[in-house]
């Protein structure tokens, strides 16, 4: 059975940072998922989630590296972009079961791909179109 919405957010992208704040302060989870079609913004609200938790590094997609570290002063932030990849054995090579359990933030794009490995509790973030300039953010806490 699908959770119900905890939370919908509806911002411009002058509004995302305290969208992502938002977000952060809602998840008491430190794995958070984002599902959402291709170019609707998930690197991008990444993006603002990674700031707000204080790290200075550049983001981008981890495409091909399947992850990027960002530093804190006091951890790391681990983003994952499984897209590419064919196989959930791909994800178990470069040890995903490490970050998912490290105490980090752990912030996945495409977790379709490996749905069978996430923990149990966790944040999913759902991202839509609501208009030209809008983005639509559901998020839904399963437990």
Not at 25 to 41: D, T, Y
Not at 103 to 125: F, M, R, S, T
Request: proline share 3%; aromatic share 12%; with cysteine.
């Amino acid at each position: 059975m699908e959770p119900s919405p905890n939370h919908v957010f509806r911002f411009s992208i002058e509004e995302i940072a305290e969208v992502s704040q938002k977000i952060i302060e809602l998840s008491n989870e430190k794995v958070i998922i984002f599902r959402g079609e291709m170019g609707v913004g998930k690197t991008t609200l990444i993006k603002a989630l990674v700031a707000f938790l204080g790290s200075q590094d550049a983001v981008s997609s981890p495409t091909f590296a399947l992850v990027n570290t960002y530093e804190t002063s006091d951890a790391n932030i681990y983003h994952f972009d499984f897209y590419r990849i064919n196989h959930i054995e791909e994800a178990l090579d470069i040890g995903f079961e490490e970050y998912l359990y490290s105490g980090n933030y752990v912030l996945i794009e495409w977790p379709e791909k490996v749905e069978a490995l996430l923990p149990d509790v966790y944040l999913e973030v759902r991202l839509e179109r609501f208009s030209e300039t809008k983005r639509m953010a559901t998020c839904f806490r399963h437990h």
